[in-house]
């Protein structure tokens, strides 16, 4: 199974700073890499898929980059509703894996 | 626009079995493949199993092989989810999703796109 470890777990920021959170693959996976966001109580959303390609109607402030075994999700100037937890999720094979999530929280 | 719909929440005893279901209002029901993704209180998302239902295709994660089946009903677009010897470790929150490809050529990738509701299963005695 593919293992994928997210960094950090947690984050503080205030709103209009600029945030990365780092995902890493135990293997080569390429760019199939899916980045989600999580509301309490809700289901996760997509934000990025194929590691760089932005879901319709999610703001630009959200990026993604990377391949192979290290990628990053960057949101250039945190907004009040982007505080969430954030997961990343390998599409490379079976069985699909998450990062352990990284829970994005107010300063 | 797609929707999937899925069924209440249960409360089930140690060692019995519980069936989620999952309705997809889109109309493209079978032409994409339905996972199912579990969460337990407080932790993060869990992959079981996928169905492509216009093929019958199956896929089980390795930790849930032979407690779990997953199934589909073209008839009424509605995939489920059939949990057997439930323990107190399976209270979780059980998620339908679409795998929607990112092309339609040969290197297509996919991402969970949409997802249920959720469906809140507890397991107690």
């Known amino acids: 199974d593919i293992q994928m470890t997210q960094s950090p777990s947690s984050l503080s920021a205030s709103v209009g700073d600029r945030v990365t959170i780092t995902c890493r693959a135990s293997?080569?996976?390429?760019?199939?890499l899916n980045w989600y966001q999580q509301k309490p109580g809700k289901a996760p959303k997509v934000l990025i898929y194929a590691a760089s390609s932005l879901q319709s109607g999610v703001p630009s402030r959200f990026s993604g980059s990377g391949s192979g075994t290290d990628f990053t999700l960057t949101i250039s100037s945190l907004q009040p509703e982007d505080f969430a937890t954030y997961y990343c999720q390998q599409s490379y094979s079976t069985p699909l894996t998450f990062g352990q999530g990284t829970k994005l929280e107010i300063k | 626009q797609v929707q999937l719909v899925q069924s209440g929440a249960e409360v089930k005893k140690p060692g019995s079995s519980v069936k989620v279901s999952c309705k997809d209002s889109?109309?493209?029901?079978?032409?994409?493949?339905i996972s199912w993704v579990r969460q337990a209180p407080g932790q993060g998302l869990e992959w079981m199993g996928v169905?492509?239902?216009?093929?019958?295709?199956?896929n089980y994660a390795q930790k849930f092989q032979g407690r779990v089946t997953i199934s589909a009903d073209k008839s009424t677009s509605t995939a489920y989810m059939e949990l057997n010897s439930l323990t107190s470790d399976d209270t979780a929150v059980y998620y339908c999703?679409?795998?929607?490809?990112?092309?339609?050529?040969?290197?297509?990738?996919?991402?969970?796109?949409?997802w249920g509701q959720g469906t809140l299963v507890t397991v107690s005695s």
């Open positions: 999703a679409r795998e929607k490809p990112t092309s339609s050529g040969p290197t297509s990738q996919h991402y969970f796109d949409p």
């Open positions: 169905i492509i239902p216009k093929f019958g295709t199956l």
């Open positions: 889109g109309g493209t029901f079978g032409n994409n493949a």
């Open positions: 293997q080569s996976i390429s760019n199939f």
